[in-house]
């Protein structure tokens, strides 16, 4: 009778231990689970504020609901002087709210390829054996300009000669850092009167009540290569918000004519 009870009693605590065991192993689970749920979250919101900031900082298209840009067009021509080529733009800022809006603008144009359109390319090929073209794999800025002028120096100290430039991402990191330089533009309201005409040697603009018209041009000097402009981007700065509230990227995929 004895050893029946002390048989049943090992059984009772053997699957009280076997529960206590597994009830613990499961707490250790959903608490393994909990954290990697709570990893996973962080990550993500890690990730998202980095392509935030990475969208801020170096480019990307961004739009503000209360303006729209038309009628944009790009025009190429010779300088007067026979020294280079401008590359002429033109287009319109629409309000589409009542009040007027105070912007600053940033016009910038640049041309940004692989290390495979430089000089010696053209004469040297590279050899088919090797797996990797660097050069290839590699993006240049070979020629930049913008309105208002950035002084690329500020940007790298090293970037002293005529044809050494900063990259497009610098550019733009400057650019969100220093908007508030841009050109100076209200875009008017429907009933304000501080609207006419603001004219500099390479940008004119035309307001109106609820539209600015733009002319502007950008230049590019002849050299030993040549380069015109492959990219174009438009940035508007709120002053009252102090963001940028607006930027549009252009790419053109063939070379431009001359008219």
Not at 172 to 184: C, D, E, H, L, R
Request: positive net charge; hydrophobic residues 30%.
């Amino acid at each position: 009778m004895n050893k029946k009870i002390n048989q049943i009693s090992k059984i009772i605590i053997t699957s009280l231990i076997l529960m206590s065991i597994t009830t613990e192993y499961a707490q250790q689970q959903q608490q393994q689970q909990q954290q990697q749920k709570t990893k996973i979250q962080s990550t993500k919101e890690s990730k998202k504020s980095n392509n935030e900031n990475d969208i801020y900082d170096f480019g990307g298209s961004k739009k503000d609901e209360r303006l729209e840009i038309t009628n944009i067009s790009f025009s190429r021509r010779y300088t007067s002087d026979g020294r280079g080529e401008y590359m002429e733009i033109f287009f319109n800022i629409i309000n589409l709210m009542d009040s007027s809006i105070k912007l600053k603008m940033y016009i910038l144009g640049y041309y940004e390829d692989d290390l495979t359109k430089t000089k010696h390319r053209k004469w040297i090929g590279y050899p088919q054996w090797r797996k990797r073209d660097f050069e290839k794999d590699t993006v240049k800025v070979f020629h930049f300009d913008s309105i208002p002028e950035i002084d690329k120096t500020k940007i790298d100290p090293d970037k002293k000669e005529l044809y050494e430039f900063p990259t497009s991402k610098e550019y733009f990191k400057y650019i969100t850092k220093n908007a508030n330089n841009g050109i100076q533009l209200e875009l008017a309201g429907i009933e304000s009167k501080n609207f006419g005409a603001i004219k500099s040697e390479n940008y004119n603009i035309i307001s109106e009540p609820l539209k600015s018209t733009v002319f502007a041009k950008l230049y590019a000097p002849f050299g030993s290569q040549n380069f015109f402009f492959n990219n174009f981007c438009i940035v508007l700065y709120d002053s009252e918000k102090n963001k940028i509230v607006h930027r549009q990227l252009y790419n053109f995929k063939t070379n431009m004519k001359i008219h």
